[in-house]
């Protein structure tokens, strides 16, 4: 099966996605992850000396946190590599309009100040997010490191995002942290210095977690920050962000199911280099396109001991029918998924995997039986209501799904007849549609399809959809 990089469209206005049902089979190398790419641009700004992101993501939500960096101070330099030169290195970026793709950012990070404080730049506008939540989540507690005052906005989505957890703990810890609404939402005003102290937070989403973990550490010497985390969903992310402070020798006790932390002051960065690990949540798509639509595809650019939970996917699949095997290669692992003669309902816990929610809804629907999928009420806190939005949606398609408080409930199996479904301008949700598109009986149109974006550049391409302004 020959390997397939996709192209990187430029759209301007709302786009149109039109798939036909097709069998969707292939090689194809997954994109860089988009947790692990924020992450390490926001430790390569806080550390001392120059970091090489290798093929990082490049996407719009990555992108927006390149800008927050440089706003702070750091100095990121974008080395791209010419289409062939691309080819021969398996880039698993999407081309520009050129055909050149992004290699790597080097980045230069802002390290100490000579009284020992994170040597940040106060910005000199508006912090804008664009569309990612993890940036403004991580980048919150960033700016809560020094004294200049930051400004944080984002787009329609971003603004109706609540992070008045993460606010409240903030001023607990001596930062003022302020939402111009009284609402928790964008737009919310920063400023520092960190003083510490002890506070508890309940963590619908992981990310506010992440974000006290990677700024505490640089907070003054001597300073103690303790976290209460009474609640906490998607804990892999936070084994993530644990995994990169345990890299940089950072001092903190955690407890073992994570509802309590201590973590010192006077921690400093150190650079990071490396290839950035696949994206398991935008494996995701490709995967369950095959399984719903009888195919088979080879995914590359993935590492089984990898810290995403979004890992746990394949195992959903398998328990669904699928074949799903590793293999481990001279130059990294291949996961193959092959759909089997029909999909079997299952009972999925998806509190650890929320992002998984809208394609696992699709996928639910083509398969015998009923599929419940349990235990996230996360889901609704996202770019949209994903439970909402993939009940209303794939009950267009004529899915038999019930909303529930935590969940869905997909009575599977039934005829699924193509029409036009609403985007609601979430990556995931339009991506979902399209993948249930290749299993409807005649086209499936989806709008606000330039979604996709913000974490796979080119995925609707790759499924083979009509792209229509």
């Known amino acids: 099966m020959p390997l397939v990089h996709t192209p990187l469209l430029q759209y301007s206005g709302s786009m149109r996605a039109v798939i036909h049902p097709h069998q969707f089979t292939g090689t194809y190398r997954i994109p860089a992850s988009k947790s692990h790419t924020i992450r390490r641009l926001l430790f390569a700004t806080l550390a001392q000396g120059v970091s090489v992101l290798e093929y990082p993501l490049d996407s719009l939500d990555a992108r927006?946190?390149?800008?927050?960096?440089?706003?702070?101070?750091?100095?990121?330099?974008?080395?791209?590599?010419?289409?062939?030169?691309?080819?021969?290195?398996?880039?698993?970026?999407?081309?520009?309009?050129?055909?050149?793709?992004?290699?790597?950012?080097?980045?230069?990070?802002?390290?100490?100040?000579?009284?020992?404080?994170?040597?940040?730049?106060?910005?000199?506008?508006?912090?804008?997010?664009?569309?990612?939540?993890?940036?403004?989540?991580?980048?919150?507690?960033?700016?809560?490191?020094?004294?200049?005052?930051?400004?944080?906005?984002?787009?329609?989505?971003?603004?109706?995002?609540?992070?008045?957890?993460?606010?409240?703990?903030?001023?607990?810890?001596?930062?003022?942290?302020?939402?111009?609404?009284?609402?928790?939402?964008?737009?919310?005003?920063?400023?520092?210095?960190?003083?510490?102290?002890?506070?508890?937070?309940?963590?619908?989403?992981?990310?506010?977690?992440?974000?006290?973990?990677?700024?505490?550490?640089?907070?003054?010497?001597?300073?103690?920050?303790?976290?209460?985390?009474?609640?906490?969903n998607e804990q892999p992310y936070v084994e993530m962000t644990l995994a990169y402070l345990d890299a940089q020798g950072v001092h903190y006790e955690a407890a073992p199911d994570r509802s309590f932390f201590r973590i010192w002051g006077g921690a400093s960065y150190k650079p990071m280099g490396g290839i950035v690990p696949g994206d398991f949540s935008s494996a995701a798509f490709p995967a369950c396109a095959a399984a719903i639509s009888g195919g088979t595809v080879t995914l590359l650019g993935l590492d089984p001991t990898d810290t995403q939970g979004d890992k746990a996917l394949f195992e959903y699949l398998a328990l669904m029918g699928c074949q799903v095997s590793w293999n481990q290669q001279v130059d990294g692992w291949s996961l193959t998924i092959a759909a089997p003669k029909e999909l079997r309902g299952q009972t999925l816990d998806l509190n650890a995997t929320p992002d998984a929610l809208p394609v696992m809804a699709a996928t639910a629907c083509f398969a015998k039986g009923t599929t419940k999928l349990i235990n996230v009420p996360n889901a609704r806190i996202k770019e949209t209501d994903r439970i909402a939005v993939m009940a209303q949606e794939l009950g267009k398609l004529g899915a038999h799904i019930t909303e529930q408080v935590d969940g869905l409930v997909i009575e599977g199996g039934q005829p699924l007849r193509g029409t036009e479904v609403q985007g609601h301008d979430d990556h995931r949700v339009v991506m979902a549609l399209a993948v249930a598109g290749l299993a409807c009986q005649g086209a499936t149109t989806v709008d606000s399809a330039e979604a996709a974006a913000v974490t796979y550049p080119g995925f609707l391409e790759l499924l083979g959809a009509d792209m229509i302004e």
């Open 64 to 232: 927006s946190c390149v800008a927050i960096c440089r706003a702070f101070g750091a100095h990121i330099e974008e080395v791209r590599e010419s289409a062939e030169e691309a080819r021969r290195s398996g880039n698993p970026n999407a081309p520009a309009p050129d055909g050149s793709r992004l290699a790597r950012w080097i980045v230069t990070g802002v390290g100490k100040d000579p009284s020992g404080q994170p040597n940040l730049k106060t910005p000199e506008d508006v912090l804008n997010v664009g569309n990612s939540g993890t940036t403004l989540y991580l980048a919150l507690a960033v700016a809560g490191l020094h004294g200049g005052i930051s400004i944080f906005t984002g787009d329609h989505q971003i603004r109706r995002r609540s992070a008045q957890n993460l606010l409240v703990a903030l001023e607990g810890l001596g930062v003022r942290a302020e939402s111009s609404r009284n609402n928790g939402c964008a737009p919310i005003i920063i400023q520092g210095p960190w003083k510490g102290g002890r506070v508890s937070i309940a963590c619908p989403t992981s990310q506010y977690l992440s974000a006290l973990l990677i700024a505490a550490p640089l907070a003054a010497p001597g300073t103690i920050t303790e976290l209460e985390v009474p609640l906490l």
